[in-house]
DNA sequence: CGATACTGCGAACACTGTTCTCGGTTATGG
DNA sequence: CCATAACCGAGAACAGTGTTCGCAGTATCG
């Protein structure tokens, strides 16, 4: 009774929308191909340059040609995001240490935002988890595989703490790397400035970079790198034992 | 001789730009008043229904004055999160304990995002920390100051970090309590289907809610308030020992 | 051989953020 | 004390956005 008022929009997500038709002509284009081009534009202009018209301007056509490949411009995010996830290497034999092959996974990760930054401006809200995702899953969950202090739902949500604790780091990563934009110049310039008037002990001496507490020199650790030590501070939380309360 | 160009926008943050100028007639509105009709828009209908028109319309008003008070849709953005931050209690006395201060702490911050989920939309790519931001990055560090096991920008790190699964958590918790949109029923369809399709059994069991492992029961943990165990774990694993590489 | 379902796409709609401009209002410097 | 400079409100307009409609053409099924 209510598959007829709304039936080409009906299978929502885009992984289960067929590519094409079986009755008319061919399609001049494919979906991997309006993909690569969005994923061309936000590595070039951030997630704000992939617009409906930009995308079929890369492509030599009008804008709503790409209706035919894809239900709206939140579709061709999900298509962006499952491709870069592709790009993350699930070949990599697990050696049975479920740190160590974590740790490595957060790097493989860490790499591809850093080559698309874009990453970062999609909205977690709804999670967009697409073939490669699930298979980025099921190997997270291999690897996981040893952990027997975690149910099943728990090692999802594991999992997702992880991610999220990539993303984060990975903007720390890109803050530092490129030349400071208008914006974040202008908010550090604001935090030297708001510390300079007083009332903030603890972060002015953060943001100078001093070490701890009362400046107790002595307890230098040299560190190797920053993300894999702080990757493996949170995944000995995560995995270890119950903490006391 | 380059501060002839751009003059008006050229203390690029909203916190340093003056509220009002000294000349002219008094405001009829405030940035409070912009805010708190923002903040009302993006309860009832996500950031995206926050959008200049939107606002002014909130106020009687046309597009075109918001800009006497902001000087663009990003700055109301910026002040909207500050107010939420500002609803975090920071006058909660500190106990002493790192990890307790924490994560009372992170407890008091997801109700603010379970409050306002448009948090959770807003891109973290360029770091809006306002008054009120700085004031809980203060509290914060103050929590962590009997750590000596961290340096200064590594408190800010842990804090970040914590600050990133808190928004996690809180994502996940809106999604089990608002009714599933669209979207995301589409989406866990989806993962239904795939994993009925064969090919990934641990993301099966995962789903499935099963135990860990080879489903190898007795060593189930009642659990308290999931969230908090959550924050516990990550926090010990942020302000603990090294952990050995 | 229709009938049917598809593809491509020009045109249009309802939005969006932002700027220009102008008339009226206020405080300040001479 | 007044002229001038700085400021406020807001209508009009611009460029750009996502999306829908409708129509000509085309390939496949019954």
Chains 1, 2 share one sequence.
Not at 84 to 96: K, M, Q, S
Not at 203 to 214: E, F, M, N, R, S
């Amino acid at each position: 009774m209510a598959d007829k008022a709304d039936r080409a929009t009906e299978a929502v997500v885009v992984w289960e929308r067929p590519e094409r038709g079986a009755r008319g002509p061919a399609p001049e284009r494919s979906r991997e191909q309006l993909t690569a081009a969005a994923v061309g534009l936000a590595d070039a202009g951030g997630l704000a340059a992939v617009s409906v018209r930009q995308v079929a301007r890369e492509l030599g056509t009008g804008p709503a040609s790409l209706y035919r490949y894809v239900a709206g411009r939140d579709d061709l995010v999900d298509l962006m995001v499952d491709a870069a996830t592709a790009e993350v290497d699930l070949d990599v034999e697990l050696t049975g240490d479920p740190v160590a092959d974590l740790v490595g996974l957060a790097a493989r990760t860490q790499q591809v935002h850093l080559r698309h930054p874009w990453l970062l401006e999609v909205a977690p809200e709804a999670l967009r988890t697409g073939p490669r995702g699930v298979d980025y899953l099921e190997y997270a969950l291999r690897a996981l595989e040893p952990v027997a202090a975690l149910t099943g739902p728990g090692k999802l949500e594991a999992v997702a703490v992880l991610n999220a604790l990539v993303a984060m780091l990975s903007a720390v990563e890109l803050r530092t790397r490129r030349s400071p934009t208008g914006r974040q110049s202008a908010q550090s310039a604001y935090l030297d400035a708001v510390v300079a008037r007083g009332g903030h002990p603890l972060l002015a001496a953060a943001l100078a970079g001093g070490a701890a507490g009362a400046g107790r020199p002595g307890t230098e650790s040299p560190a190797g790198d920053p993300f894999e030590r702080m990757v493996r501070r949170v995944l000995a939380g995560l995995l270890g034992p119950e903490p006391p309360a």
